[in-house]
């Protein structure tokens, strides 16, 4: 008989192994810091709304886009399986000009998970209309100053009060993308003055 040579010997260990692993499974592991141990502070804020700005009674989208506007802190959840995180903290201000500035309260996201987390001019919202079962429509532009200086704009459905004001939810999708993806939803609180 006759003996198997170095490689030969070394090809066959590796397909040993191999062989070995297939029944291993194919888990994926992401390396990334876990949550911090200290939950940021989720604490509604006021939401700081002007009185003045108030829409007239029976002025269903005025009430939205008035109610709308306001500093907002709460949950992110993205669809099940996206990284890093499934559900993240967020502070966004959304105020009556059509402006927004959001943040991630962990380090290393972003509030609408794609784009900049820094402040800048071309961030803006825009509230459409309402849908016949009562919740609004409407775009939001994400910038991505940070790496290709685009600005997208997604959609923004889904999008309800409560009755006193103080709790927002809303669905965005990133459709720039022209992919069939699921929304991220928010829910947010703010406490009215």
Known sequence: MRSLSVSARLACLAASIAFFCVGCGGKVVIDREAPPDDPPDLTPPPCGRDPLGAPAPGDAIGLLRYG????WRGMAKTPAGWVPYEEYPVEITFDALGRYEAMCLFEECAA??????????EQTYEIAGLVEDGTGIGKIRISFAGTSGSVETGDLTEIRLSQDLGQLNFAFFPSWSGKDVEAVRYELRCVAE
């Open 68 to 71: 709308f506007t306001a500093q």
């Open 112 to 121: 609408f998970y794609y784009g900049t987390s820094q402040p800048v001019p």
